[in-house]
């Protein structure tokens, strides 16, 4: 029976992957402009969205660390929390959880078959029907609060038909620019198009060019706005491999630190993001926040809701550590971490996609280290010969592999004991090694 399940789950991921197009793979065919769809499909579900409370996430980085630190500081309080995140490393599954635990394999087979014949007749693309399926099963499941992160915007993002109880948007950074628009003010307008009407918004951080689109957004909507960097300051003390211990100071007021199951001193905006949100929440009246409830779910964000993919420990001796930063933000603070490291020799085995302006983060990239270059396997993939010309064009020298699992298996037989290996560059070519 399993095995049976197992089969026809495997059929049905095919049968979606082939029939709906997916912007992680195919890139600008699969983006939708608008929410026609998504309107669509959920009103033939009888707009699950509206039967539960949530909390919508966005930000150009820093959204996916915020979504799950979130979650797992509300099932920590105890409230059956759904989460939906985007895109996967492994498991389609990956994107729709309950208390950590993946949506099962018969509740997506069951949601297609029953859904085909609107795929056929709406066309949905892939992550519009994803964004259906989570509303649906966390509506079914009947969750005490969902976290809701975008995908790629923020207006136009299939989430944003749900009516939250917070919103929350982290940083803004040059990211999709095709799409989104090809300066921050361009950017922050399209995220702030999460802000609805009455509802309270935080800000993770604020910078000069995009402060006053988001008041200017949240004023037109009469939304209360916090910029959590106004009230905390955030700051790495240790960090280990397995936890980050953090110092904090709310309105001038030390606190406690925060041990959290996290690494990486970049990690410390997102905290402040995260303690403002869960004060917002709070003052919604949704829940009493207990100090104790949030530091037990920072403390044990992995094992209650299965966070991966961001300054992930791999290996030792070698040091093998993953990280999917794919953008210019993302990758400076990866870099910054690696300045902190004492090591022997540094390699970077690196992939991004087509669709990214490659030569606007190889500055970022250290010259000393040596590269283990290769294609993510999916169509979106810049190919591995190709990033090691641009590469080449600013001092980074290393090799060209056919496949990430290659680049990283000559990157092991290269390295040292006292050796650090970073794979980075895309979500894909981490989800590869993962």
């Not at 993002?157 to 300066?183: A, E, F, K, R």
């Not at 960097?229 to 100071?249: K, P």
């Not at 920072?298 to 209650?304: E, F, Q, S, V, Y």
Request: charged share 20%; with cysteine; proline share 4%.
């Amino acid at each position: 029976m399993v095995q049976g399940q197992r089969s026809a789950y495997r059929a049905t991921l095919q049968y979606i992957f082939d029939h709906l197009p997916m912007f992680q793979r195919i890139g600008a065919a699969a983006y939708r402009k608008d929410l026609t769809n998504i309107i669509a499909l959920t009103e033939l579900l009888g707009n699950p969205q509206q039967r539960f409370p949530s909390v919508h996430v966005a930000g150009t980085n820093g959204k996916g660390s915020v979504s799950f630190m979130l979650a797992a500081i509300l099932q920590a309080h105890g409230f059956k929390t759904g989460l939906y995140v985007s895109p996967h490393y492994k498991d389609f599954r990956e994107r729709i959880r309950i208390n950590g635990a993946y949506i099962p394999r018969r509740r997506v087979v069951d949601f297609v078959n029953r859904m085909k014949p609107a795929i056929e007749d709406i066309r949905p693309s892939f992550f519009e029907i994803s964004a259906a399926m989570a509303f649906e099963y966390f509506a079914h499941e009947k969750v005490d609060i969902a976290v809701i992160e975008t995908g790629m915007g923020g207006r136009l993002d299939s989430t944003n038909i749900i009516h939250p109880l917070l919103s929350v948007i982290t940083n803004i950074s040059y990211d999709h620019m095709q799409w989104l628009g090809d300066t921050l003010e361009a950017i922050a307008g399209e995220k702030a198009g999460i802000i609805k009407t009455f509802i309270p918004v935080v800000i993770g951080e604020s910078h000069p060019d995009t402060q006053q689109v988001f008041i200017a957004h949240a004023t037109q909507k009469q939304a209360p706005i916090v910029f959590a960097d106004a009230h905390y300051r955030v700051s790495a003390n240790h960090a280990g491999l397995t936890h980050t211990r953090f110092s904090v100071v709310k309105d001038n007021t030390p606190l406690p630190s925060y041990e959290v199951n996290i690494h990486g001193d970049y990690q410390a905006a997102n905290l402040a993001t995260v303690l403002q949100a869960v004060d917002s929440l709070s003052e919604t009246g949704f829940f009493e926040c207990k100090d104790a409830f949030v530091r037990d779910g920072l403390n044990r964000l992995k094992p209650l809701t299965g966070f991966m993919g961001r300054w992930q420990v791999l290996g030792r001796a070698p040091l093998i550590i993953a990280d999917s930063a794919h953008n210019e933000a993302g990758l400076k603070w990866v870099t910054r971490q690696l300045t902190g490291m004492s090591y022997d020799q540094l390699h970077i085995v690196a992939g991004f996609v087509n669709d990214k302006d490659v030569e606007r983060v190889m500055h970022l990239l250290p010259v000393q280290a040596r590269y283990y270059f290769a294609k993510a396997n999916i169509p979106r993939g810049l190919d591995a010969e190709a990033l090691q010309q641009i590469a080449a064009g600013h001092n980074l020298k290393g090799r060209a592999y056919s496949a990430v699992k290659n680049a990283l298996r000559a990157a092991k037989r290269s390295a040292s004991p006292n050796d650090v290996i970073l794979i980075t560059g895309s979500v894909f070519v981490v989800a590869e090694v993962l």
